[in-house]
Each structure stands twice: as C-alpha cells, then as structure tokens.
C-alpha cells in the first residue's frame, strides 16, 4: 500500500512523506511494516537538535551526532541559531558563533550536514545559581541542500 | 488492570480537543513535546488508524531509563528518549511518524474517552517502578516486588491483596477473560483453582442476578492477554502492544456494561480502570522522585515512579467528568481497600511508606455526594482493521448469522436458568440486543 502526505514541522518546511506499507495476511493473521520516506527539496530547512550534557566551567554543551545514514547526502548553506541564545558551535573542524537573534552564518558552507555537532552557550547569571532552569536542549537551524553532482 | 498504554496516548486528547479542559494532556502546539534522537526532532502525532502496529515496543526497565531521559546538567527526565529506547530496541528503521508517539483521537478510543469524560480521570496516576509488567502488576497487588525485570519466572508475592482479604474476611472474586495474569504466582494457584476464579463470561449474569449475602465485595477483572497461551478464536483484548485497540475498547465497555447493570448495586461501586504500565508510549510528564528498593535477594533500586498510565474511577462517588490532579500509583489501590474494610489499619509498612511519600488514596477522587444513574455507554461498531483496511471485527451478515440469533433468543426464553449456567455471556447478549 502506498500513500502520499505533508506532515507539519516546527521550525522546517512542512515534511512531505511517501508512506509505504508492507503487509503479508496468512490465514486470519496479519503482519506488516511501515516505511516512510521524507521528500526533501534540493535546498530546504532542517534543525539539529542535541540534549545538553556537560557544563564545562560556565559553558553549558549539547554534543552529539546528526544522523549520519539518513543526512550523508546533504551540505551546508547557511545556518542560525534555533535556541535565542548566542551559540558556539563547532563542526568539520570549524568553530563559528552564531549570535541569539538568529542571523545566518555561511562558516560551514559547502561541508556536510551530517556528523558530530558540538554547541555551546555561556549559562546566564540564573542559570548557574539554579541548574533546574538550564535548559535540556540547543537547536540550530541549517539551510541544506543535497550535493552538487 | 489493562497493559501497556501511557496516558497521553489514550488521553491526551482530552486537552488537545478541549483546550479549555482542566486534564495535563497533550496541548497545542506539539512541538513541545519533542523527542530527540540522532540530532533530529520527533513529535507526537495522531495515529492514523486502529491496526495492530509493526512491534510491541520496549518497556523493560533499561529500556525505560532511556524514554524518561535523565538529564545531567539540569537533573530533570526529560521524557525525551522514547524514539532513540524504540531505536535501540526493535532495529528498525525510525519514521518521521514514529510509533512511540502516536496518540488517539476521542472518536478512535470512544468508550476510553466516553468514560473519561462522565467520571474521574486521574491525570497525576504512575505505574509505581519505572519498569516493565511483571514488577509493577506485583507491586499492584501487594504493594511490594522481589523482581524488577519481566523474565521467563515464576514469581514470589508477599502480602498479597488475595491473603490480605482472606485475613480480613472480605469476599472477593476475579474474573478472568482467559488465564489470569496471577498464574505466575505459584502461591496463589490454590485460589486460581477455587470457585473464587471466575470466568469472565459469568460477570454481567452474576451482577444482575446474584443474591446479597453472596456477592463479592471485592472484584478483580483480568482481559485475555495477548501474552498469555489461547486456544480457538478467542482475541486477546488486554491492549499489550501491538494488538489494535478497539478489542480492549470493547472489553472495558461489556465491564462497564456488567458493573452498571445492576442499579442498587452501582450506587455502592467503585470502579477503577487503570493500566499496568506505560508499554513503551510517549508520555510527557516526568514522574516524581519517590525511590523503592525491591525485596530478596538481588535488590534493586529505582529512584522514581514510572511513567504515567491512564487512570479512570468509574463510580456514583465521583462527579461527573472531573479531574483528580493528586499523586496516585497502583498501591493508592491497596490504600483505598484498606480504609474501606480495615479503617485506621494500613494495608502494610511498604504502602504506608509510599503514603507518606505523598502518593494518595484512590479516596482523593470520590468527591461526590449526589447519586446519579449510570451514563450509557456509546453502542457504535468499533471497528478493528487490517492494514490494508480490512475490518477483521464485524461478522458477515447473513441468514446463517440471523438463525443462529433466532435460536439463541428462543433457547433464552424456553429455558433462562439453564443458560445463566451454561452460556452465561449470552444474557448481556440478549439484554444489549434489547436496547
């Protein structure tokens, strides 16, 4: 069975969907399984979004990995900073700060979207009297394409 | 006690339907509600039908350490981890619309949501360990666990509710659609074997027709489990992922159906529809740090309760279409019972402890002083489909289907005790038929 749908993403163009659905019927029993498969356009949105792990002195820091399998086919234009604070950020080997209010920078244009992130922000004054309020999560927003042939 | 769904995904859309709904569902936008894994975002999102989904998924307790996602830094759960638990544990590939958080709409779990929205819903109920079956049902009926995991194990049950009642001269029963859950405690299989263990199909005859001084003043309803060894047609129907919903939809409203047949009877009931764990499905509330130390030999330590189930009190003591925000666990169960037939007796040490933890008795959501009549329950179809789209729950109609009727309505008429006995189920049968 195959259907066709737009799923609504915060912060990202709406996600077109091809859904497949595979289903063996013997007898009165059933199994199936469903695959869905984004349709990205050649140049589109998409965030990376990391839980915060460590605090190192007053910097607090989200590190980990944007999917390498599903992303491997996609490069960098631009990206900006998805959590309203001013964010270092450091992948492929190159640091860049983006600042909270959310404007674009081209430091990684042309490197691959996928692999190790690393973000970092300075705890507020708040922040490091009451580690309830720091937050779980930084997010950056990045303008992807897939790579040129 | 029905398996494995969280709260927000049987009613969350309380509060998403209503937003002017007082329950802590799910609430515009999604977006709030992220779960992360592999530097992407994953939402809740309505599940498009009631079909037995792909896998069960993973409850166990490791698996649950991953879903309530203890941050570090701030030393919260986040609840943020129940796609990357589905990831690890089945393998499989994660869709944009990942199983873990989907919900259902009002109209796809009808009589969840009719009952929810004519009695109490408990929106601050957690399963009592953050784990999987086998600990939190013993826990349930006994208020302590020697296990933490579910194994291939039969399993001891200290302070059992069944020994607890017996000491105190309360009479009980269970009804059981199939083998109960309670054959794994060899301790019990003396009373698994008694006239005390009772099919299920006598349920509704037994409240419409029993005489007082014999009636139970405690009962236990079991569902068939998905889990557990059937012979012929018989279709599990105690929710256990990855069973389609609408066969345990149609479970609780025959319960619903028997428990409120008998008029004079139900102005003295308390029902209390609950689950024994969350089974894998995204909730979004953090449970609270209330710790437990599971009994015997291999202690373990939990340092909180488990994700929240879905809870409903169904009785004339509770008003209508409210809302009880306490903190409540299974054992707020064995709290309860214990007021009602022991009054100034705790239940035990370990249910008194978890009390004074500040986990309550299922007595919080009985605020209710007039008695009113019981709502119908919804009469529609619940229609149970394959994936292609199939309905695998509506028999074909036919002539053979109406003379098989006919017999059955004649066999009623001619000979009523005889059937009461031998084909019990028959007389809800008849008596929904009339309506």
Same mark, same amino acid.
């Given at each position: 069975m195959y259907d066709q749908k737009k799923i609504s993403r915060p912060g990202n163009d709406s996600l077109e969907v091809l859904e497949f659905t595979l289903s063996v019927e013997k007898g009165k029993k059933e199994k199936h399984i469903k695959r869905q498969v984004s349709l990205v356009q050649n140049e589109s949105t998409n965030n990376v979004v990391l839980a915060t792990n460590t605090i190192n002195g007053d910097t607090l820091i989200a590190e980990g990995i944007k999917d390498t399998a599903l992303w491997s086919n996609f490069e960098i234009i631009s990206v900006s900073s998805a959590s309203r604070r001013t964010l270092l950020v450091l992948h492929a080997n190159i640091p860049a700060s983006l600042d909270s209010l959310g404007a674009t920078s081209n430091?990684?244009?042309?490197?691959?979207?996928?692999g190790t992130w690393k973000i970092m922000t300075p705890l507020t004054e708040a922040e490091r009297k009451d580690s309830?309020?720091?937050?779980?999560q930084l997010e950056i927003k990045a303008l992807i394409r897939s790579f040129k042939k | 006690m029905m398996e494995n769904r969280s709260f927000d995904h049987m009613l969350g859309h309380l509060k998403l339907e209503d937003?002017?709904?007082?329950?802590?569902g799910l609430s515009a936008?999604?977006?709030?509600?992220n779960n992360i894994y592999n530097g992407t975002s994953y939402y809740p999102f309505n599940l498009p039908h009631d079909v037995e989904l792909d896998f069960d998924l993973p409850h166990e307790y490791d698996a649950v350490a991953t879903q309530m996602m203890l941050n570090k830094v701030n030393g919260?759960?986040?609840?943020?981890?129940f796609v990357e638990a589905y990831a690890n544990v089945t393998g499989a590939v994660v869709n944009p619309e990942c199983t873990p958080m989907g919900y259902f709409n009002s109209a796809q779990v009808p009589i969840t949501d009719f009952l929810a929205k004519n009695f109490c819903v408990c929106d601050q109920w957690f399963c009592?360990?953050?784990?999987?079956t086998q600990p939190n049902k013993t826990m349930a009926f006994s208020?302590?666990?020697?296990?933490y995991k579910t194994k291939t194990q039969l399993i001891g049950i200290p302070n059992n509710l069944f020994g607890w009642m017996n000491k105190n001269s309360i009479r009980w029963r269970v009804y059981h659609?199939?083998?109960?859950?309670?054959?794994?405690?060899?301790?019990l299989w003396p009373d698994i074997l =008694?006239?005390?263990?009772?099919?299920?199909?006598y349920l509704y005859s037994d409240m419409t027709?029993?005489?007082?001084?014999?009636? *139970?003043q405690v009962i236990i309803i079991e569902p068939c489990y998905e889990d557990a060894p059937r012979l012929g047609s018989k279709h599990p129907?105690?929710? /256990?992922? *990855?069973?389609?919903?609408g066969w345990g939809e149609d479970f609780i409203r025959r319960t619903y159906q028997a428990i409120t047949a008998n008029e004079m009877q139900w102005q003295n009931t308390v029902m209390i529809l609950y689950y024994?764990? /969350?089974?894998g499905f995204y909730d979004h509330v953090a449970p609270p740090r209330i710790s437990y130390q599971t009994k015997g030999k291999d202690a373990y330590s939990f340092e909180s309760l488990g994700p929240r189930i879905p809870g409903i009190v169904l009785s004339p003591f509770v008003k209508p279409g409210s809302v009880c925000h306490e903190l409540l666990d299974h054992t707020s169960v064995l709290q309860f019972l214990a007021e009602v037939f022991?009054?100034?007796?705790?239940?035990s040490p370990s249910v008194d402890s978890r009390k004074n933890s500040g986990i309550m008795s299922i007595?919080?959501?009985?605020?209710?002083d007039i008695v009113l009549n019981p709502p119908l329950a919804p009469m529609m179809a619940l229609d149970v489909q394959t994936?292609?789209?199939? =309905?695998?729950s509506v028999a074909p109609q036919g002539d053979m289907q109406l003379a098989f009727q006919q017999a059955t309505l004649q066999l009623l008429q001619n000979n009523p005790a005889e059937v009461a006995t031998k084909f019990p189920e028959l007389i809800q049968w008849r008596d929904l038929q009339a309506q």
């Open positions: 430091a990684w244009e042309g490197t691959p979207y996928s309830t309020i720091i937050p779980g | 937003p002017t709904s007082d329950v802590n936008p999604l977006e709030n509600y919260k759960y986040s609840m943020q981890g009592p360990l953050p784990t999987s208020g302590d666990s020697n296990i659609d199939g083998l109960p859950f309670f054959i794994l405690y060899p301790e =008694s006239d005390q263990f009772r099919r299920y199909e027709q029993e005489a007082d001084p014999n009636k *139970p129907n105690d929710n /256990h992922a *990855p069973l389609a919903i024994d764990e /969350h089974g022991t009054p100034g007796q705790s239940y007595n919080a959501t009985l605020m209710n994936a292609l789209g199939k =309905s695998v």
